[in-house]
Every structure is written in structure tokens, then in C-alpha cells.
């Protein structure tokens, strides 16, 4: 009896059909980048597992970490993004895949887009876990998808929902959607006007 699969309305993709995104999307990666060394920029926090997962099916590949954030601490999404934590390495004339859990607004990846172009990247893709197209705000595509995933509270596989100034769920197994009453404001006890609800 695990507790927080109490806190999941239901399960959206489970751990066995996200290992088979990832080697499917690893797998293409590994063929669309034959014969080069591309430097996999993991998008902090959300993207740690997918990464992982996912280069696990590639050759020769340099991997960065970058951090940003498109939320003030606020209720909804600020609309502003900012860099929390830069690429300690120079992009300049690399191939840059950049792993992310989810694409939903789409300005994180604009962001990141528009920065490492700035900086002379040669070329900039995008492997996302999940694809939320109905979230879209700035137009962005995403190259490699694992899953196009509707409009819904998703968490798990490294989405986090934040209660309490607590980061929760990442390390959930697979990507489920939050039962109401863990973010409903009336639920007592765990949330208070501390919640960030974002995806
Ligand atoms: C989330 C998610 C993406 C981004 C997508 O990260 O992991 O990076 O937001 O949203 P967008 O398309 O609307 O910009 P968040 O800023 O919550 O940080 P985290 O990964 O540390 O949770
Ligand atoms: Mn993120
Ligand atoms: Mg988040």
C-alpha cells in the first residue's frame, strides 16, 4: 500500500508504457543523430527521469542541465520566464536536444529556444515526455513526443504538484491526473493558499 497512489484519480500512462516511449523516442534520437554529439539539455526539475531514460538508447551525447521557471511563486503562470540555473558549457555550434516533461504554454521552450539560438547553437530540437497541444499560448512544436496528453491535472514522472511550498509527486512511477479533493481548496489539511497549481 503505497499513499500516494490514494492522491491519483487515474493512471494516464504507466511506467511500462513510458519505458516504451522512451527507448521509441530514444531510438529515433539515436538515428536523427548519427555521427554527431549532441548535448542533451535537461530542463530542471521536471525532465530529470524522462532524460534519464531516454539516453539511455543513444550514442555519443554531452549532457547539460538548465533551469527555468515561468512562475513567480504565484497561483497561475506569470507569463514571464526567467533562468534559474544556466548551461555551464558553450553552445556555440552544437546540436541541442532539449528534454522536457511537459510543453504546455509553450514559453518555457520559447525561452530556451530564443537563448540558445542567441548563443550560437547550431541546431535546437525538443524531446518532451508529454505534449499538452491545448495549452499552447506561443506557438512552439515539439520533434519528439511521448505522448500528446489532453488537458488535464497531470502529475508524476516528474511533474510535481505544490502543496504546502512542497514539490510533490515527481518521484511518482508513472503520469497520473491529481484527484480533485488533494487540490480542491476545501479539502482540510493538505493544501492551503500556498497551492501553485500548474499542469
Ligand atoms: C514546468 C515543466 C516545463 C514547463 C512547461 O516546469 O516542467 O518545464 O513548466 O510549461 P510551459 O510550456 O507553460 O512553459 P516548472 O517551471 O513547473 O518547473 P519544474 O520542472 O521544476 O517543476
Ligand atoms: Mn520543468
Ligand atoms: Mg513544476
Known amino acids: 500500500e503505497w499513499k500516494m497512489d490514494n492522491d491519483i484519480e487515474r493512471v494516464l500512462y504507466s511506467q511500462a508504457e513510458i519505458t ?9 534520437l539515436a538515428h536523427d543523430y548519427e555521427g554527431k554529439t549532441p548535448i542533451i539539455l535537461v530542463v530542471l526539475k521536471g525532465a530529470a527521469l524522462w532524460a534519464v531514460d531516454v539516453m ?21 503562470s506569470s507569463g514571464e520566464v526567467s533562468l534559474v540555473t544556466d ?41 518532451s515526455l508529454l505534449d499538452k497541444k491545448e495549452g499552447r499560448v506561443v506557438s512552439e512544436d515539439v520533434e519528439y513526443i511521448g505522448f500528446d496528453v489532453p488537458k488535464a491535472f497531470v502529475v508524476g514522472y516528474g511533474l510535481d504538484y505544490s502543496v504546502d511550498g512542497k514539490e510533490l509527486y515527481r518521484n511518482l512511477p508513472y503520469v497520473g491526473v491529481l ?19 500548474t499542469h
Do not use: C, W
Request: glycine residues 8%; charged residues 30%; without cysteine.
Open 87 to 127: 548551461i555551464q558549457s558553450d553552445v556555440q555550434g552544437r546540436d541541442i536536444i532539449i528534454m522536457e516533461d511537459i510543453v504546455d504554454t509553450g514559453r518555457s521552450l520559447k525561452f530556451m529556444k530564443q537563448l540558445l539560438m542567441d548563443r550560437g547553437a547550431k541546431s535546437v530540437k525538443t524531446a
Open 20 to 28: 516504451e516511449a522512451a527507448e521509441r523516442v530514444g531510438h529515433q
Open 179 to 197: 484527484k480533485k479533493s488533494v487540490y480542491a481548496q476545501e479539502h482540510v489539511g493538505l493544501v492551503d493558499d500556498a497551492i501553485t497549481p
Open 56 to 76: 539511455r538508447y543513444m550514442e555519443y551525447t554531452e549532457v547539460e542541465f538548465i533551469n527555468v521557471s515561468s512562475y513567480n511563486g504565484g497561483i497561475s
